[in-house]
Each structure stands twice: as C-alpha cells, then as structure tokens.
C-alpha cells in the first residue's frame, strides 16, 4: 500500500521561504502518477487547491500561488515538491499532497485525486 509523507512545513516569517516536500512509499510511484497536487486547509475554510503537475511536467497553479510558489518533482527520489516563496499570513494551512496514476483523472488543482499524505503544518 503506498503512502505519501508531507515534510518542510513549519513557523516562517512573513516574506520567507520554505520548501515542503511529499515522498512516496513505493520505488517509482511517482514517476508512475498521472498528476500530483499540492491542497491546503484551514480550519473552517474549504479545502483549497494550491498547485498541480501532470505526468508530462506540465504545471498549474491557483491564483493565490501563481508567481510565488513552484510545484516539482523528482522521480529519480520519487518526491514531489512545493518551493513557497514571499510567504504572507493568509498562506497559513494544513499543506496536503495528493496524486493519482489514473490515466482518466483530468489534472489540474481541483483534481480528484485518491491518494493523500497526512499533511503538514504552515504557520506565517
């Protein structure tokens, strides 16, 4: 059973920078996945989607994210990344990542994806 673990998140400054990375369980999983996104929550807030790539590197992101967070991947570590740049108060969340190998799922940052991390937490 494969399982994704969220790393990187902590307490920053506003205008400071993390990177938060999600790492599969099993060896080449996410050279496998169709997409793979980057959510967040708060509590007593939808759970918004931040970033997505597809299996051919092609990436979206929401408008809250565009120009200052860039969604990757390494299949080689098989490890997805979310590099957060100028970060504000407002970015504070649970960050989630999520992926999905089924080839029918249509990627973006609203995907519905089936698998998911357990989160990690970014304070501002």
């Known amino acids: 059973h494969v399982q994704l673990v969220e790393s990187g998140g902590g307490s920053v400054q506003a205008r400071r920078s993390l990177r938060l990375s999600c790492a599969a369980s099993?060896?080449?999983?996410?050279?496998?996945?169709?997409?793979m996104n980057w959510f967040r929550q708060t509590p007593g807030k939808e759970r918004e989607g931040v970033a997505s790539?597809?299996?051919?590197?092609?990436?979206i992101y929401a408008d809250s994210a565009e120009g200052r967070f860039t969604i990757s991947k390494d299949n080689a570590k098989n490890t997805l990344y979310l590099q957060m740049n100028s970060l504000e108060p407002e970015d504070t969340a649970t960050y989630y990542c999520?992926?999905?190998?089924?080839?029918?799922?249509?990627?973006?940052?609203?995907?519905?994806?089936?698998?998911w991390g357990q989160g990690t937490q970014v304070t501002v």
């Open positions: 790539i597809g299996s051919d590197g092609t990436t």
């Open positions: 999520a992926a999905s190998r089924n080839p029918l799922v249509r990627c973006g940052v609203h995907a519905h994806l089936g698998l």
């Open positions: 099993a060896s080449g999983y996410v050279a496998s996945t169709k997409c």
